[in-house]
């Protein structure tokens, strides 16, 4: 099992970058894929990019293609998102997640809280 924490979200604008952060607990975390998927307002939850459990292959929603990128650092942990021409329509909660397999419209077992990303006009 393996508990996650997201960070980094906060009001941008347009155009912008944020990065947002995951920080998993345990031992098990290099087991896992990991993915962020997004909600916003009145709408379902996305997937928006996985990394494979080594980090060597990624995936990514073509919302997201050229301007988001996903990395993760097995030895400390973590996983990241950067996000770079932030949009409006880029606005949502987002929230990292893992499992022993991930793709667009099956998410792991496993949630943060999620982290609120605003992009203004």
């Known amino acids: 099992q393996v508990q996650l924490v997201e960070s980094g979200g906060g009001l941008v604008q347009a155009g912008g970058s944020l990065r947002l952060s995951c920080a998993a607990s345990?031992?098990?975390?290099?087991?896992?894929?990991v993915a962020w998927f997004r909600q916003a307002p009145g709408k379902e939850r996305e997937f928006v990019a996985a990394?494979?459990?080594?980090?060597?292959?990624?995936l990514y929603a073509d919302s997201a293609k050229g301007r988001f990128a996903i990395s993760r650092d097995n030895a400390k942990n973590t996983a990241a998102l950067r996000m770079n021409s932030l949009k409006p329509e880029d606005t949502a909660v987002y929230f990292c997640?893992?499992?022993?397999?991930?793709?667009?419209?099956?998410?792991?077992?496993?949630w943060g809280q999620g982290t609120q990303v605003t992009v203004s006009s």
């Open positions: 997640n893992a499992g022993a397999s991930i793709s667009y419209f099956s998410p792991g077992a496993y």
């Open positions: 345990g031992r098990t975390f290099s087991m896992y894929v």
């Open positions: 990394i494979s459990r080594r980090g060597d292959s990624t």
